[in-house]
């Protein structure tokens, strides 16, 4: 019977991503009354969701990139032995039990997940195409808000936003009083959370001596660079290059 577990030896190997999605999260919205375009309270969330799954999951990733209700993991060790079917069903898993207590939420929500397997070089440009997809993402939001605080119906904003490309986006925008380009960071690139190591000041009676230790914690940056720029690119292969250094 064993044989008819379908993938369940399937392995993949690092380094990789793991893409976490929100499923039918429109109605989770609606549940929590979040507001539209954005809600600060449900980023804090995803932030939240982020970083336990970095310091509490078991599975220890090296850092995430999370918008909307999309996170990815990096990952430069695997656990399970890379089992694939299992690092798909505890990362959709935990998330889900994650956002569920944050929210106190009476019903249950579900995410999925999927294996990106990357080089150092793609690695980044995965990241760079994740990031476009937060500003479409951010661009469409706020012209969905806008066109239903204008009385039309979600059918009739979906038909007016079909085609519309960023120009026109930004134009309508504009007409309104908002700067799509200066709206908060988190919203507009998502936020990285990650590992830093920082230095407390003890004291060691034993020795009667101050002391200096380095100590990990896990930090959030809600307003990184664009990935596809100069800087960004610099940005991110810190982040890689350290996490293959902590191996």
């Not at 700067?179 to 009667?208: C, F, I, M």
């Not at 380095?214 to 720029?229: A, G, K, M, T």
Request: a negative charge; aromatic letters at 10%.
């Amino acid at each position: 019977m064993k044989r008819r577990e379908i993938y369940s030896e399937l392995r993949t190997t690092a380094p990789c991503f793991i893409r976490i999605d929100g499923r039918a999260f429109r109605s989770v919205t609606e549940a929590l009354g979040l507001e539209k375009p954005f809600d600060e309270r449900f980023s804090s969330a995803m932030e939240m969701v982020s970083s336990l799954l970095l310091g509490g999951s078991g599975l220890s990733p090296e850092f995430a990139y999370t918008f909307s209700d999309e996170i990815n993991l990096f990952f430069t060790k695997l656990p399970f032995f890379g089992r694939v079917e299992k690092l798909d069903s505890v990362a959709a898993s935990f998330a889900s039990s994650a956002l569920t207590i944050e929210f106190s939420l009476r019903e249950p929500v579900s995410f999925d997940a999927r294996v990106v397997p990357v080089d150092s070089g793609t690695a980044i440009e995965y990241l760079i195409w994740r990031q476009k997809e937060a500003w479409r993402n951010h661009n469409n939001a706020y012209c969905q808000w806008a066109l239903g605080q204008d009385g039309h119906s979600a059918k009739e904003v979906q038909r007016m936003l079909q085609g519309m490309n960023t120009a026109a986006m930004h134009e309508l925008m504009h007409s309104r009083g908002i700067n799509l380009a200066e709206t908060p960071g988190w919203q507009r690139r998502g936020l990285v959370v990650h590992r830093a190591s920082e230095e407390v000041s003890g004291y060691n009676p034993k020795e009667d001596e101050a002391v200096v230790t380095q100590r990990i914690r896990i930090v959030s940056d809600r307003s990184p660079p664009l990935f596809n720029s100069e800087e960004g690119r610099v940005y991110l292969s810190s982040l890689i290059s350290g996490a293959n250094q902590g191996n």
